[in-house]
C-alpha cells in the first residue's frame, strides 16, 4: 500500500463519503448550504421559506428555552439560515417570513427573565448589560433583545446601545461599580451553566425544552462545582448581600467571595477561548476543491506510521496518513470521530479522507501552527486542561478509542488542549471497558485519562466530574439516525475490510440474530447499533466510572 516515497507534486484531494450538511452546518465554517432533504418546490424562495419556517416553529414549540444552550442553538440555526437566504432573500414570500421571524425572536429574547439575558449579552461581549433599561422601568430587556437577535446583523444601532450602556456606566459612583461588577461575574456564571460550548448544530425535530433537573452534591473530594451554580437569583441575592455587608473586596482574589468570582471569570475565559488556535473546519466540498502539493516526508512527528506533509493552495500544511491497513477505512474511523467530537463541542481538527497520486487512502488534516505535545504528568495540567480532558474522556469511551495518550495531545499557544490523532477510533468497540486497568495499547503510554484520574484517586489532581455532563448530554442530543449517518461510512468501510474490531462485532450479530454466519451488511448494521448503545448509556457509564474514582455514590441527576 505505501513505500513512503514522496509523492509527485500536484497532488489533488478527493474526500470519501461523509454526512451531507445539516442546517446548522454552516457554524465556524463546517458546512455548506442546500435546501433540506424533501423540498419539492426545488427553486430558491422555496427552500429559503421551508428553512424559515422550521426555525420559526422550532421557536413555538420552546426547541430553544430560555438560556444560554438555548441561545446557542438558535444562534446556530439563525447563522445557517442567513448563510443560506442572506438578509434579502430574492422571493418575497420568505422575506416576509424572515421578517415575521425575526420579530418572533425578538419577542422570545425579550420574554426571558432579566437576569438570564443579562447573563447571555455578559457572555456575548455586551458591555454591562445590568445598566440597560434604566430610563425604561417598563421594558427593561428591550434593547438586549435586539442587540442579541441573531437575525440582525451589525449595525449602528446596535453600536448606540453600546455606547448607550458605556455611558450609563461612566455616570455611576465607584460604590455603584463595584456592586454591578460582582453582580456580572455572577450572571454570567449563572448563565454559563455547565459550562459554554460552541454552538451545536441542530437537526432533531422540535421539542418542549425540558426543564433543568436537580444538581445533586458532588462526592467528597472532588472539585468545585462551580460551574453549575444552583441559580442566578440565588448568586445575585448572595452578592448583594455581601456588597452591602462591606464582606467583599471587588478587586478580584482579595476575598472568598471574590475568589470564587475570580475562579468563575477564569472558568468563562477558558471557555471562551475553547476554540482559539484550531483551524476553521472544511466542508465537504471546500475539501475537494483544494488542491494539495506535496512538501516532504513528516516523520520528524514521531510514532511508527507513515505520514507526509502537504500544501495547500493557500500555503496551510496540512498531514496525510496512508491507511495502510483499512483501504481507507481507518481514515474513515477518524473522520467520523473528528466529527463526532465538533458535534459534542469540543475542540477538534477537521479530519478527511483522501487519496494521493498513487491511488493509497488515507487520512488528511491540517496542522496546529504553534502547538506543542501535553505533558506526561497530569499534576502539571492547568485546571482548564484538566476540565478539558475530563471533556475528552467522554468522547473517547463512545467511540471506544483508546490509543489517546499524552502524545495524542496538542496545546496551541493560546493554552487549548487539542486531541489530534484518533486513527484508533472503534478499534476495541466489543472488548473494551471503562475502567482504569484497561489499558490493550501496551506497548505505548497509558491514555492520559488513565494516569489523570489515578492522580485524583491519590489526592494530587482534583476533577469536577460535572465537567463531563455537557458533553453526554450534547452526545444525547444526537438523534440515532443522525448518529447512524456520521458513522456509516466507517462502519460499510469497516466491515468490507474486515478491520480489528469485525470479528467480534460479526460474533455479536450472529449471536443477536440467532444465525451461524452473518454477511458484510449484518455486521455493518451491528457496529452501528453497538455505537448507538454506547452513547445512550454514557450517562449511566460515567456515573459509575465516579462512583469508582470517588468512592461514593454519585448521580448526574436527570
Not at 129 to 153: C, H, I, R
Not at 235 to 241: E, F, T
Not at 248 to 263: D, I, M, R, T, W
Not at 321 to 350: C, F, N
Request: charged fraction near 20%; include cysteine.
Amino acid at each position: 500500500m505505501g513505500s513512503g516515497k514522496k509523492a509527485p507534486a500536484g497532488t489533488s484531494g478527493g474526500a470519501g463519503a461523509m454526512i451531507a450538511p445539516s442546517v446548522g452546518g454552516a457554524q465556524n465554517g463546517g458546512g455548506q448550504g442546500g435546501p433540506p432533504p424533501g423540498d419539492s418546490e426545488g427553486t430558491v424562495g422555496g427552500w429559503e421559506r421551508a428553512l424559515v419556517l422550521m426555525v420559526a416553529e422550532r421557536l413555538k414549540a420552546g426547541w430553544y428555552g430560555q438560556d444560554w444552550e438555548g441561545f446557542q442553538k438558535l444562534e446556530a440555526d439563525a447563522a445557517a439560515l442567513m448563510k443560506i437566504a442572506g438578509f434579502h432573500p430574492k422571493d418575497l414570500a420568505a422575506g416576509k417570513a424572515l421578517a415575521e421571524l425575526r420579530g418572533q425572536v425578538a419577542a422570545h429574547l425579550a420574554g426571558m427573565p432579566q437576569d438570564v439575558l443579562h447573563g447571555i449579552a455578559l457572555l456575548k461581549g455586551f458591555p454591562h448589560p445590568t445598566v440597560m433599561g434604566q430610563s425604561d422601568p417598563e421594558k427593561p430587556t428591550g434593547s438586549l433583545a435586539y442587540w442579541l437577535n441573531p437575525l440582525y446583523g451589525p449595525s449602528p444601532s446596535k453600536k448606540r446601545i453600546e455606547a448607550a450602556s458605556a455611558a450609563r456606566w461612566l455616570d455611576l459612583g465607584q460604590e455603584e461599580r463595584a456592586e454591578l461588577e460582582a453582580l456580572e461575574a455572577t450572571l454570567a456564571a449563572a448563565a454559563a451553566g455547565g459550562g459554554s460550548q460552541m454552538p451545536q448544530v441542530a437537526t432533531a425535530p422540535p421539542r418542549p425544552a425540558a426543564p433543568a433537573p436537580a444538581q445533586p452534591a458532588l462526592p467528597a473530594g472532588a472539585g468545585a462545582p462551580g460551574m453549575r451554580p444552583a441559580s442566578g437569583e440565588a448568586l445575585i441575592r448572595q452578592a448583594k448581600a455581601m456588597v452591602a455587608a462591606g464582606k467583599v473586596n471587588p478587586a478580584l482574589g482579595q476575598s472568598q467571595f471574590s475568589g470564587k468570582v475570580k475562579e468563575l471569570s477564569d472558568l468563562l475565559a477558558a471557555a471562551a477561548t475553547r476554540w482559539a488556535g484550531v483551524p476553521p473546519r472544511v466542508g465537504k466540498e471546500e475539501f475537494k476543491a483544494r488542491r494539495f502539493k506535496y512538501e516532504k516526508d513528516a516523520s520528524e512527528l514521531g510514532g511508527g506510521h507513515e505520514k507526509h506533509f502537504y500544501l495547500d493552495q493557500d500555503g496551510v500544511r496540512w498531514l496525510f496518513k496512508p491507511d495502510k491497513h483499512g483501504a481507507g477505512a481507518v481514515a474513515a474511523a477518524e473522520t467520523a470521530a473528528s466529527e463526532i467530537a465538533y458535534r459534542v463541542g469540543q475542540p477538534s481538527v477537521g479530519v478527511h479522507v483522501f487519496e494521493d497520486s498513487g491511488g493509497k487512502r488515507g487520512s488528511m488534516q491540517p496542522m496546529l501552527r504553534g502547538a506543542v505535545k501535553l505533558g506526561s504528568d497530569p499534576t502539571a495540567y492547568t485546571q482548564a486542561q484538566v476540565r478539558h480532558l475530563v471533556r475528552e474522556h467522554v468522547i473517547a469511551w463512545a467511540t471506544s478509542e483508546h490509543d489517546c495518550n499524552h502524545k495524542n495531545f496538542v496545546v496551541t499557544p493560546q493554552g487549548q488542549v487539542v486531541g489530534v490523532d484518533k486513527a484508533q477510533a472503534f478499534k476495541f468497540l466489543g472488548a473494551d471497558r471503562l475502567a482504569l486497568d484497561y489499558h490493550p495499547n501496551q506497548s505505548n503510554d497509558p491514555p492520559v485519562h488513565v494516569r489523570l484520574y489515578q492522580a485524583v484517586k491519590t489526592g494530587k489532581v482534583k476533577v469536577n466530574p460535572y465537567d463531563a455532563l455537557p458533553v453526554i448530554e450534547a452526545f444525547e442530543g444526537i438523534p440515532d439516525a443522525e448518529y447512524r449517518e456520521i458513522l456509516r461510512p466507517a462502519a460499510e468501510m469497516g466491515a468490507g475490510a474486515k478491520v480489528p474490531w469485525y470479528p467480534r462485532v460479526a460474533k455479536s450479530a450472529a449471536a443477536r440474530l440467532g444465525k451461524k454466519s452473518v454477511s458484510t451488511a449484518q455486521v455493518a448494521e451491528e457496529f452501528l447499533r453497538l455505537a448507538c448503545e454506547r452513547k445512550q448509556n454514557l450517562r449511566a457509564d460515567f456515573e459509575a466510572f465516579f462512583r469508582g474514582i470517588f468512592g461514593a455514590e454519585f448521580s448526574f441527576g436527570g
